[in-house]
């Protein structure tokens, strides 16, 4: 069997990647989600174990000081603490699902430098719609919704280290470049070392 790939996505908080993931990966099979661990608060409608583990900081810190780290990645976002569970990525990648990290730049580069993964920087039409958007998903606090639009400038600016750039205006033009994109390579890295189709294929 053929190992799935990592693909990493980022994007400002309130693009709309959530919404354009779940588009995709109703379509799409053979892509699985990591379900990252936070220290954050859940929101109204979020459940724990398919959003997020949602952790306390101790519990997360003996995550991450686990030898090797139990963590693929870790980062802090917007004063929280977020990681990527490594045997959960590394036993699905194993069995050829294509493994989908919703995670901030700085995870990005932590997996960029560590590993080959494809990956998606999503970024808002502006900043004056992005900021629009994540008032009008009405989950953050205006303190969180401060932090938020002040650490998306900041972010952009990372897009260029990306493999792709999606900009999420139309919602359905946005789901289809991703689709587009997975779909690519999965033709570019489904095939054996001398170019031809993988063994088993027939
Ligand atoms: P993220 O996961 O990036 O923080 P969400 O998926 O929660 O963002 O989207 C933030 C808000 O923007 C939601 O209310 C969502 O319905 C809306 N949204 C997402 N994509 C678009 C789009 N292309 N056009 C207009 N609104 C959008
Ligand atoms: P939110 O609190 O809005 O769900 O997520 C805030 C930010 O944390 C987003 O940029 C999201 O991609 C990022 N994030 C979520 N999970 C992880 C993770 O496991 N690692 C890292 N580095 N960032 C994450």
């Not at 109703?26 to 949602?54: C, I, M, N, Q, W």
């Not at 603490?81 to 959960?88: F, I, K, P």
């Amino acid at each position: 069997m053929t190992e799935g790939f990592l693909l990493v996505l980022s994007a400002p908080s309130g693009c709309g990647k959530t919404t354009l993931l779940k588009r995709v990966m109703a379509d799409l099979p053979g892509l699985v989600f990591s379900v990252s661990h936070t220290t954050r608060e859940p929101r109204a409608g979020e459940k724990d174990g398919r959003d997020y583990h949602f952790v306390q900081a101790d519990e997360f810190l003996e995550i991450s000081d686990q030898q090797p780290s139990g963590f693929l990645e870790w980062a802090r976002v917007h004063g929280n603490l977020y990681g990527t569970s490594r045997q959960d990525v590394e036993q699905r990648l194993a069995r050829g699902f294509d493994v989908v990290l919703d995670i901030d730049v700085q995870g990005a580069e932590l997996i960029r430098n560590n590993a080959d993964p494809v990956s998606v920087f999503i970024a808002p039409p502006s900043l004056s719609e992005l900021a629009r958007r994540l008032r009008g998903r009405g989950t953050e606090t205006e303190e969180s919704l401060r932090v938020r639009l002040a650490g998306a400038e900041k972010e952009m600016q990372e897009a260029g280290k990306y493999t792709y750039l999606i900009v999420n205006d139309d919602l359905d033009e946005a789901v289809e470049s991703l689709k587009a994109i997975i779909i690519a390579e999965r033709c570019r890295r489904r095939r054996g070392k001398d170019g031809l189709p993988a063994a088993g294929t027939d």
